[in-house]
């Protein structure tokens, strides 16, 4: 005989909906777990891809790293990538605006946010990782330049649009243009040169550029 199927019984009067409102606790248990283990597997993807790098990361390592069967890594993301790109954007918290005063401060504190991303050992392994991945895949580039990338931009953008605002920086300033000088020699020094990264070199970067920014060279074609 075929195995008999077991219903749960529905109390006299209710619909089967109404009796699955009756009884939320078994779901809502489930609910916590299932949170937990999301959080549990992007904690994992993220330290993982620090150790490992992006192309060496295989999901039978995260869901060990995590605890959880790959069937559960696989439930929440159906493929490596799209759980790398989620993972990304935990890298980089929200980066909060400074405000010491002046702009060659504000500055200065933004660029020691960089410093220590590059000087924390991991970098070694996660940022040229990362760069062939972007190449490679839109997900992961847009992750990249979402999580990664925006918290810097839209915070150091904000300390020099506020420095134009306040007179510091002049008028007819490109901030996309000094945001990328102030970004791209740190990079390029740190991947293409194997250069180190320290303040002194990121003082030497703000100098040039806040020099480019000051409001006694004037406005262009005045």
Do not use: C, N
Request: proline residues 7%; without cysteine; aromatic residues 4%.
């Amino acid at each position: 005989m075929p195995p008999r199927r077991v219903v749960a019984a529905v109390p006299p009067g209710h619909a089967p909906e109404d009796h699955a409102l009756q009884a939320p606790a078994a779901r809502r248990r489930g609910r916590p777990r299932s949170r937990t283990a999301h959080a549990a597997i992007l904690a994992a993807a993220v330290a993982l891809v620090r150790e490992v790098g992006y192309d060496a990361l295989a999901i039978e390592g995260i869901a060990a790293r995590a605890g959880v069967g790959k069937a559960t890594v696989y439930r929440h993301w159906p493929s490596k990538e799209l759980l790398v790109a989620e993972a990304i954007e935990r890298l980089v918290l929200a980066i909060p605006i400074p405000d010491t005063g002046g702009l060659e401060g504000d500055v200065l504190s933004m660029m020691r946010v960089t410093v220590r991303m590059y000087a924390d050992p991991g970098t070694a392994t996660l940022l040229p990782a990362l760069v062939a991945a972007v190449a490679r895949s839109a997900h992961v580039a847009e992750a990249v330049r979402s999580g990664m990338t925006a918290g810097w931009h839209a915070a150091m953008g904000a300390v020099l649009r506020r420095a134009v605002a306040r007179g510091e920086a002049r008028a007819d300033a490109d901030v996309e243009l000094a945001l990328e000088l102030l970004a791209g020699p740190l990079f390029y020094r740190y991947l293409w040169l194997g250069a180190p990264i320290d303040e002194r070199y990121a003082r030497a970067v703000v100098a040039s550029v806040l020099a480019g920014l000051s409001p006694a060279r004037g406005v262009r074609g005045a």
